[in-house]
């Protein structure tokens, strides 16, 4: 982290990295605030999992998301905490790392439009001619207008946008126009999470985790926010994609969805099941 490009910058230049896995480091464990403030602890600093899912950060990028000793947990995430209770910078699922990418220097939205068109010769190259963006938000841009305007720019790929049901509160909720979802780049369904990662010990399961005694992952996912994002995509037509690893998470949505009937036309499924690990014979028949 000390040779990223940005080291030696401005106190609000970010160092960033991404692809730990405590399970194959030498010391067997997550690294902390400790560890990164070790890089610098004048600029922030962070470091997503190889999950996607969780993270960490150093002393400076605590301090610019406002993280302190009384900050509560957020809802569907944890802060991890020194003995003290002050907060050691692990980021637990998404909820807590999103409080952190909130701090970030936000990309203005011509450089949002040009760093999307950049990578379609990327994906052409490797004779990939669609894509599908499975955590497209409405802030700080609405990514439909993002990937529309970065055709115009050179992105020649199909795309079909997935909103994140958490974030998208605004003009998204309000209903679909039939214009977003049609064309080369449209608005396809909605994205949950009914749990977190099986390598994080976040996924939600009916049995604890090996060697952890009583941990059974995290259920993030309520049955009333489900009935909600149901009501919401089969008023407006659109997939359900849920994100769901666990056999408890893959529970919850198989008894929910039992007796709905498919809204979609076509034979294009109604729902996805993103993921699905721990999908046992008896749930697959059902």
Not at 41 to 61: E, F, K, L, M, W
Request: a positive charge.
């Amino acid at each position: 982290m000390k040779s990223h490009p940005k080291a030696g910058l401005g106190p609000n230049d970010w160092i960033e990295g991404w692809g730990y896995d405590e399970s194959k480091l030498k010391e067997g464990r997550t690294p902390t605030r400790h560890d990164l403030d070790l890089v610098s602890t004048t600029q922030p600093v962070y470091v997503g999992r190889s999950d996607c899912h969780s993270g960490i950060c150093n002393s400076r990028a605590l301090a610019l998301a406002g993280i302190g000793k009384e900050t509560p947990d957020p809802i569907g995430g944890h802060f991890g905490r020194d003995a003290d209770g002050s907060p050691n910078g692990v980021l637990t699922e998404l909820a807590a790392n999103s409080v952190v990418q909130r701090a970030k220097a936000v990309l203005d939205y011509a450089q949002a439009v040009g760093s999307l068109a950049r990578t379609s010769q990327r994906f052409s190259e490797r004779g990939i001619v669609a894509v599908t963006d499975m955590m497209a938000f409405t802030q700080p841009f609405h990514h439909l207008d993002v990937y529309r305007d970065a055709a115009q720019a050179g992105f020649k790929q199909q795309a079909a946008l997935y909103f994140s049901w958490e974030p998208c509160k605004g003009d998204l909720l309000a209903g679909l126009q039939a214009a977003q979802k049609e064309g080369r780049i449209k608005i396809a369904g909605i994205k949950l999470f009914a749990d977190g990662s099986i390598s994080g010990k976040t996924a939600w399961c009916s049995c604890a985790y090996k060697h952890t005694g009583s941990l059974f992952g995290m259920s993030l996912l309520s049955s009333a926010a489900l009935a909600q994002a149901y009501a919401w995509s089969v008023a407006n037509g659109a997939q359900m994609a849920v994100h769901a690893m666990g056999d408890a998470a893959l529970q919850l949505v198989i008894d929910f969805f039992a007796d709905k009937q498919p809204w979609l036309p076509g034979g294009i499924p109604s729902v996805r099941l993103e993921h699905a690990t721990l999908l046992k014979p008896r749930r697959l028949r059902r």
